[in-house]
C-alpha cells in the first residue's frame, strides 16, 4: 500500500473541514497512518509491515517532491518550514539524536518519511494503563474471615494488610472481596484502612441499579470526597446521579447546583444561536434538563390550579438554586458551598479542567462526567482529555475518587449504540 506524500497533507486540510463526516474520515485516516508509523519507519524501502492486515506500507514522492511541497502556497507551509528546520538541525548535530516534538499527526509522519525521530508530547498525554477504574477485586477464602478481621469496628484495621494484600490501592478506590461460592462485599480505601461501602443510602428518586452506581453514590453522597470523577459510555447514569445526589443536599451542604459542559458540536454546527445567554445555552444543556425532568417530575394540572406555568426545576433554576455556567466564562470565579456538575467533559483539554476544578471554593464539591470514547473535539484523544488527566494525576488524593461504571441502564436500545454502533 502506498500512500502518496500529498495525501498526508491533503488529509491535514480535510481534518478541519466544515463536513463532519469528511473531517471525521480524516482524523481517522491520519490515526491509522499514525499507528502504522509506531510499527516502522515508512522510509523503510520495503515499507512497514502492518500486523493486523498483513500488508506493506510505505510513502511515495518524500525525495521527488519534496522540494515542490517546500515553496508550496498550502496553508500548511509553515509545518514545512518547521520540518525544514528539523532536518538542517539533523545535519547540523549528526553527533546527537534529533527529536521533532509535535501534536500534529500529518508532520509527524512526514517528518518519519523524510527519516526524523519525532515524539507527541508527554506530558498531557495519560498511559493507558495508568487510568483508574476504582475498583480492585481480590479473592478470599470466607467472607466469614471479614467479620473475624473486622469486629465490631466500623474499619478494617491497618494490621490487616499482613492478612489482605492492598497493594496498588488508592484512597477512595473500592475493593470487591469474593469467595469462592461467589459471594462478595464491596469495601472502600480510606486513609489508612478499608471500610465497608454505605449501605444506608439516603431515600432518593431512584436506586443503584448496578455496582458501579454503587461505588459512584458512595463517593458522591461523602462530603469529605471534594472531586469525583464519573466515568463510562452513555446510559450508564453519570449525570443522573449526579444531579440526584445535587438536589438531594440542596439546601443542606450546599447552597446552589451549577451545571456546565463545553460546547462542542456533535456534527455540523448551526453557528450562532438567538437570545441571552440562558437561550443560547439551552440547546446543549438538554441533557441535565431530561434527567432534571425525571429528577423532579411536574404536575402540569396542579401547577395550572395555582397558575404555575413553569415545571418544577425550572423555578429552582429562576430562583438561582440551580444556575447555568457556560464553560468559557467561568474563569476568575470563586465558588463557595456548591455542588458543580461538568458534562462531557472528554471534550475538555486538561488545561480547561485545571481551570473548571480550582474554581471551587470552600465546601464545594465538583463532579466530572464523561465518556473516554465519544470524542468530538479534533484536538483530544482517548488519553490526552481532560476528563481522564483529572482521574489518573488526582488517583491518590484523598479528597479525590474515580469510578467507571461499564454499564448502560438508559434502555436497551441505548446500549446496543454505546456497544455496537
Excluded at 189 to 194: D, H, I
Amino acid at each position: 500500500m502506498a500512500i502518496p506524500l500529498f495525501v498526508v497533507m491533503e488529509l491535514d486540510d480535510l481534518k478541519i473541514s466544515q463536513r463532519h463526516d469528511v473531517a471525521s474520515a480524516a482524523r481517522t485516516a491520519s490515526r491509522h497512518i499514525a499507528e502504522i508509523v509506531e510499527q516502522g519507519s515508512l522510509q523503510d524501502p520495503g515499507g512497514v509491515l502492518d500486523s493486523r492486515t498483513n500488508s506493506h506500507f510505505f510513502i511515495i514522492g518524500q525525495d521527488e517532491h519534496f522540494e515542490e511541497l517546500q515553496n508550496t502556497s498550502l496553508s500548511r507551509k509553515m509545518d514545512m518550514l518547521i520540518l525544514g528546520s528539523a532536518l538542517k538541525a539533523q545535519e547540523r548535530f549528526k553527533h546527537l539524536t534529533v527529536v521533532l516534538v509535535t501534536k500534529d499527526v500529518n508532520l509527524r509522519i512526514l517528518a518519519d518519511a523524510r527519516g526524523l525521530k519525532t515524539e507527541d508530547y508527554r506530558e498531557d498525554r495519560v498511559h493507558p494503563g495508568e487510568i483508574p477504574t476504582g475498583k480492585h477485586t481480590l479473592p478470599i477464602a470466607s467472607l466469614d474471615n471479614l467479620q473475624t478481621l473486622y469486629g465490631t469496628k466500623a474499619e478494617m484495621p491497618p494490621w490487616t494488610e499482613d492478612v489482605v494484600d492492598l497493594t496498588g490501592v488508592a484512597p477512595n478506590e473500592f475493593v470487591q472481596f469474593t469467595a469462592p461460592d461467589g459471594e462478595s462485599q464491596l469495601f472502600r480505601m480510606g486513609k489508612a484502612s478499608l471500610k465497608p461501602i454505605s449501605t444506608r443510602v439516603p431515600k432518593m428518586k431512584f436506586d443503584a441499579k448496578n455496582e458501579g452506581q454503587q461505588m459512584a453514590l458512595d463517593l458522591l453522597l461523602d462530603p469529605k470526597v471534594q472531586l469525583v470523577v464519573l466515568m463510562g459510555p452513555s446510559g450508564s447514569g453519570k449525570t443522573l446521579l449526579s444531579l440526584m445526589v445535587a438536589l438531594h443536599q440542596l439546601d443542606k451542604a450546599y447552597d446552589k447546583i451549577i451545571l456546565s459542559k463545553p460546547v462542542v458540536p456533535m456534527g455540523r454546527d448551526l453557528g450562532y444561536l438567538p437570545g441571552n445567554e440562558e437561550e443560547k445555552m439551552a440547546p446543549w444543556m438538554m441533557s441535565f434538563y431530561d434527567n432534571l425532568d425525571q429528577l423532579l417530575t411536574t404536575d402540569k394540572k396542579e401547577n395550572q390550579k395555582k397558575g404555575i406555568q413553569e415545571k418544577n426545576w425550572e423555578q429552582l433554576l429562576h430562583a438561582g438554586q440551580v444556575e447555568i455556567q457556560p464553560m468559557h466564562s467561568i474563569r476568575g470565579r470563586s465558588i463557595p458551598k456548591a455542588f458543580m456538575i461538568f458534562d462531557e467533559v472528554q471534550n475538555t483539554s486538561p488545561h480547561e479542567v485545571r481551570t473548571i476544578v480550582s474554581r471551587a471554593a470552600t465546601g464545594t464539591k465538583v463532579v466530572l462526567c464523561g465518556d473516554p470514547s465519544q470524542i468530538d473535539d479534533p484536538f483530544l484523544d482517548a488519553l490526552s482529555n481532560g476528563l481522564v488527566h483529572a482521574a489518573t494525576v488526582t488517583r491518590t488524593s484523598h479528597i479525590a475518587g474515580a469510578v467507571f461504571l461499564p454499564e448502560g441502564v438508559r434502555s436497551p436500545l441505548a446500549d446496543l449504540a454505546a456497544s455496537m454502533l
